[in-house]
């Protein structure tokens, strides 16, 4: 799963999805739970079944920054990870979530700079992520 984080300047790949919605502003429905599980009765927490270090190493190796972020937040993008990892926790695909910096034309009108990459950057990164995934199932 792909989501943005502005303020980041390079890819992550999120470690942790907590059971948690505890949102800091509404959504777009309006709605901002706060101490809420995403899932009753459900684990505290789910790490990401991806290849996080190798996804890293192959992004380096290519030229893109990137890293391991320790938490997906407890925001949108926690929920849908946490909600993915929870319906694959049994015997399911390798399962984990790609934040993705702004993009150029995005911060270009704020009034302070702002970290972005390219669309073309962010495509060969998750690309790459994609790929590294895939090794590390053959292997």
Not at 110 to 135: D, F, N, Y
């Amino acid at each position: 799963m792909l989501g943005v984080a502005p303020g980041r300047a390079g890819l992550s790949v999120e470690r942790t999805a907590v059971n948690l919605f505890d949102f800091p502003s509404p959504d777009n429905d309006g709605a901002q739970p706060v101490d809420v599980p995403i899932e009753a009765g459900a684990p505290v927490a789910y790490f990401a079944t991806l290849p996080l270090r190798r996804i890293v190493e192959a992004w380096r190796a290519s030229g893109i920054p990137g890293y391991v972020s320790e938490s997906a937040g407890l925001y949108l993008c926690n929920a849908a990870m946490y909600s993915a990892l929870h319906a694959t926790a049994a015997d399911g695909p390798p399962t984990g979530f790609l934040h993705l910096p702004s993009l150029p034309d995005e911060v270009a009108a704020q009034r302070a700079p702002a970290p972005s990459m390219p669309l073309a950057t962010q495509i060969e990164g998750v690309r790459i992520a994609l790929e590294a995934s895939l090794e590390a199932i053959a292997a």
